[in-house]
């Protein structure tokens, strides 16, 4: 979407990555608060725009 959700996304799935017992979700939320995306609906839009792209990264790795 933007740079504030890009590097909020970032930080996120590197946190993930570092303790792959933090769910996705939970991650996306605290990294969001830590960029300033509001509670609310931006924080719905940016936790669903999280995981699509998450997951398509994900189905562009299993088809290479």
Avoid: C
């Amino acid at each position: 979407m933007n740079a504030t959700w890009e590097k909020a996304y970032n930080e996120a799935i590197d946190l993930v990555h570092e303790f792959p017992e933090m769910e996705l979700t939970s991650a996306l939320k605290q990294f969001a608060s830590n960029h300033g995306i509001e509670e609310g609906d931006d924080l719905a839009k940016f936790v669903k725009w999280g995981w699509n792209k998450m997951l398509q990264m994900y189905a562009d790795f299993e088809r290479k």
